[in-house]
Structures are given as structure tokens and as C-alpha cells.
């Protein structure tokens, strides 16, 4: 199977897209690209360099992308559940384990938000520490940071402070 890639510039740097040609299969922060990759132009990844430019630029809210992350069920769950996270709010790790259907699972709803491979799309940033804390993110956390107050001020939130669900 081909994978396609370019990489944009965006306001937390470069970002290097993946698709397999019918999905969008990764967004990454500081990623080598894998020289058997394609660089051909992909319809694909058109449609994501344009939604995240809009997303930037404070114009789009919601992405709309076929999707197609590599994983196992368990986390594709989760990275589901993440899509479910409203725009400029956040969750903690225990609600998004209680979201999955497994409220023991914190730990491992933790480990799979970190391997998302679809940064920003499948919006792994919108997870904080149940303190209300900004915690691991795996584009660190001065982009996270950036993500969050882009989002809150789009959003037009009057409290600079994080606001759980």
C-alpha cells in the first residue's frame, strides 16, 4: 500500500500528513518522512492542508476528514471518543476512561490519547490532568497550550482558564 505525505507549515510548526490515498492516517509533530513515501499529489491530503489552514485561521471548528488511524481496538475507541470532545472544552483522562466504558482505565486511555496518531484532527490536546492541569502531550506542551488558547479564543471564552467538562 502507497503512502502519500507532504508537510505544512502551521502556527505550531511543521506538521508531516499521512494518507493511504483514501483516508487521512496521520498528523505529526517533528516527524521524518519516510523516504518509500510518496510525495505525488493526494486529493487526501489536499482536503486536510486546507481544513487545518481553516482551522488556524479561526474559521473551522470541526474537521471533516475520513479517518483512518493505525491501532489497536482498544485504542481506536478512545481516539473515537476524543472526536467526541466539543470544541475549546476539555476532559480529564478519568472521563475520557469513563467515556471508552472502562472507568479503571485512566492509565490506559492515557497511553492510547499519547499514540494518536492524528494530532490536532483527533483533538488528543482537549485531555488535561483531572486538577486541571496541562499534561503530556506528545507535540509537547507549549503547542498543546497554543491549541487550547487558539481554540478558546475562536471560541470566544471569556475565563483564560481551562474549564472541564
Not at 482498544?74 to 478519568?94: K, M, V
Not at 496518531?117 to 488528543?124: A, E, F, G, L, T
Not at 499534561?135 to 481554540?151: C, F, S, W
Amino acid at each position: 500500500m502507497t503512502t502519500f505525505t507532504t508537510t505544512i507549515d502551521s502556527p505550531v510548526g511543521p506538521l508531516v500528513l499521512t494518507s493511504d490515498g483514501t483516508a487521512l492516517t496521520g498528523v505529526l509533530f517533528d516527524a521524518e518522512v519516510d523516504p518509500g513515501w510518496s510525495t505525488e499529489p493526494c486529493a487526501v491530503l489536499d482536503r486536510v492542508s486546507a481544513q487545518l489552514g481553516e482551522y488556524f485561521a479561526g474559521v473551522r471548528t470541526e474537521f471533516d476528514l475520513p479517518l483512518e488511524p493505525a491501532g489497536t481496538p482498544f485504542q481506536r475507541s478512545t481516539w473515537l471518543a476524543l472526536r467526541e470532545i466539543p470544541y475549546a472544552e476539555t476532559i480529564n483522562y478519568g472521563q475520557l476512561a469513563l467515556r471508552v466504558g472502562n472507568p479503571k482505565a485512566s492509565r490506559a486511555v492515557g497511553l492510547a490519547n499519547g499514540r494518536n496518531p492524528i494530532s490536532i484532527v483527533v483533538p488528543c490536546h482537549r485531555v488535561i490532568g483531572a486538577d486541571g492541569s496541562l499534561t503530556g502531550y506528545g507535540g509537547g506542551l507549549d503547542r498543546k497550550r497554543l491549541l487550547l488558547d487558539l481554540e478558546r479564543r475562536v471560541a470566544g471564552a471569556e475565563d483564560p482558564q481551562l474549564t472541564l467538562l
